[in-house]
Protein backbone atom coordinates (compact mmCIF):
# COMPACT_ATOMS: atom_id res chain seq x y z
CA UNK A 1 0.00 0.00 0.00
CA UNK A 2 1.21 3.42 -0.80
CA UNK A 3 1.57 5.84 2.06
CA UNK A 4 2.63 9.46 1.91
CA UNK A 5 2.42 11.18 5.58
CA UNK A 6 2.52 14.52 6.25
CA UNK A 7 3.74 16.10 9.93
CA UNK A 8 5.39 19.10 11.08
CA UNK A 9 2.30 21.43 10.58
CA UNK A 10 0.83 23.72 12.62
CA UNK A 11 0.34 27.50 14.09
CA UNK A 12 3.23 29.71 14.05
CA UNK A 13 3.65 33.52 14.07
CA UNK A 14 4.42 35.74 11.15
CA UNK A 15 8.10 35.56 10.72
CA UNK A 16 8.53 32.02 12.27
CA UNK A 17 9.01 28.78 11.09
CA UNK A 18 8.36 25.11 10.54
CA UNK A 19 9.87 22.08 9.41
CA UNK A 20 7.32 19.90 7.26
CA UNK A 21 8.44 16.08 7.17
CA UNK A 22 6.89 13.21 4.58
CA UNK A 23 7.63 9.58 5.26
CA UNK A 24 6.89 7.53 2.24
CA UNK A 25 6.46 3.77 1.77
CA UNK A 26 4.90 1.27 -0.40
CA UNK A 27 6.75 2.83 -3.50
CA UNK A 28 10.14 2.81 -5.11
CA UNK A 29 11.24 5.98 -3.33
CA UNK A 30 14.29 6.84 -5.80
CA UNK A 31 12.39 6.37 -8.89
CA UNK A 32 9.91 9.68 -8.22
CA UNK A 33 10.25 12.84 -8.13
CA UNK A 34 8.94 14.44 -4.89
CA UNK A 35 7.14 17.53 -3.44
CA UNK A 36 4.72 19.91 -2.11
CA UNK A 37 1.75 21.67 -2.99
CA UNK A 38 -0.51 23.44 -0.75
CA UNK A 39 -4.02 24.90 -1.12
CA UNK A 40 -5.56 27.92 0.86
CA UNK A 41 -8.95 28.17 1.71
CA UNK A 42 -11.17 28.63 -1.01
CA UNK A 43 -8.23 28.51 -3.18
CA UNK A 44 -6.65 25.95 -6.26
CA UNK A 45 -3.66 23.74 -5.56
CA UNK A 46 -0.66 25.59 -5.80
CA UNK A 47 2.72 23.91 -6.72
CA UNK A 48 5.35 25.64 -3.63
CA UNK A 49 8.87 22.72 -4.62
CA UNK A 50 9.71 19.55 -5.79
CA UNK A 51 12.74 18.09 -6.15
CA UNK A 52 13.31 15.28 -8.76
CA UNK A 53 14.49 11.66 -8.57
CA UNK A 54 17.95 12.68 -9.17
CA UNK A 55 18.15 15.26 -7.23
CA UNK A 56 18.97 18.26 -9.19
CA UNK A 57 18.23 22.09 -9.05
CA UNK A 58 14.58 21.80 -7.44
CA UNK A 59 11.75 23.86 -8.23
CA UNK A 60 10.03 26.63 -6.12
CA UNK A 61 7.39 28.87 -6.44
CA UNK A 62 8.03 32.39 -6.72
CA UNK A 63 6.27 32.96 -3.66
CA UNK A 64 8.39 31.40 -1.35
CA UNK A 65 11.73 30.73 -3.36
CA UNK A 66 14.52 32.17 -0.96
CA UNK A 67 12.29 31.37 2.18
CA UNK A 68 11.78 27.19 1.67
CA UNK A 69 13.82 24.69 1.18
CA UNK A 70 13.12 21.05 0.16
CA UNK A 71 15.42 17.81 0.52
CA UNK A 72 15.04 14.26 -0.08
CA UNK A 73 16.64 11.22 2.17
CA UNK A 74 16.03 8.34 -0.47
CA UNK A 75 17.87 6.59 2.47
CA UNK A 76 15.00 7.14 4.87
CA UNK A 77 12.45 7.26 2.01
CA UNK A 78 11.55 10.67 3.18
CA UNK A 79 11.68 14.89 1.92
CA UNK A 80 11.17 17.89 4.06
CA UNK A 81 9.96 21.48 3.54
CA UNK A 82 12.25 23.35 5.84
CA UNK A 83 9.67 26.89 5.95
CA UNK A 84 11.35 30.40 7.31
CA UNK A 85 10.04 34.02 7.47
CA UNK A 86 6.77 32.84 6.98
CA UNK A 87 3.84 35.07 6.04
CA UNK A 88 -0.20 35.31 6.64
CA UNK A 89 -0.47 34.20 2.79
CA UNK A 90 1.49 30.88 3.45
CA UNK A 91 -1.41 29.65 5.16
CA UNK A 92 -2.64 26.39 3.90
CA UNK A 93 -2.89 22.71 3.89
CA UNK A 94 0.13 21.35 2.68
CA UNK A 95 0.49 17.86 0.95
CA UNK A 96 3.22 16.16 -0.01
CA UNK A 97 2.95 14.09 -3.64
CA UNK A 98 5.48 11.92 -5.52
CA UNK A 99 5.11 11.40 -9.74
CA UNK A 100 7.50 8.92 -11.82
CA UNK A 101 9.22 9.48 -14.64
CA UNK A 102 9.04 13.47 -14.82
CA UNK A 103 11.52 16.47 -15.08
CA UNK A 104 10.77 18.72 -11.82
CA UNK A 105 9.06 21.65 -13.94
CA UNK A 106 6.75 18.42 -15.26
CA UNK A 107 6.68 17.16 -12.40
CA UNK A 108 5.11 19.58 -10.05
CA UNK A 109 2.33 20.15 -12.50
CA UNK A 110 1.61 16.70 -12.23
CA UNK A 111 1.48 16.77 -8.68
CA UNK A 112 -0.83 19.88 -9.40
CA UNK A 113 -3.25 18.07 -11.25
CA UNK A 114 -3.59 15.00 -8.92
CA UNK A 115 -1.30 12.52 -10.52
CA UNK A 116 0.71 10.24 -9.05
CA UNK A 117 0.86 9.80 -5.33
CA UNK A 118 -0.14 12.52 -2.49
CA UNK A 119 -0.42 12.42 1.39
CA UNK A 120 -3.53 14.01 3.11
CA UNK A 121 -1.50 16.57 3.85
CA UNK A 122 -0.68 19.11 6.84
CA UNK A 123 -2.19 22.42 7.67
CA UNK A 124 0.23 25.09 8.34
CA UNK A 125 -1.48 28.05 9.90
CA UNK A 126 0.25 31.52 9.91
CA UNK A 127 -0.92 34.40 12.27
CA UNK A 128 0.03 37.88 11.49
Given at each position: ???????G?????????????????????????????R???????????C???????????????????????N?????????????????????????????????????I????????????????
Amino acid sequence: EVQLVESGGGLVQAGGSLRLSCAASGFTFDDYAIGWFRQAPGKGREGVSCISDSDDSPYYASSVKGRFTISRDNAKNAVDLQMLSLKPEDTAVYYCAAVKGRSTAQAMGAMIVGMGYRGKGTLVTVSS
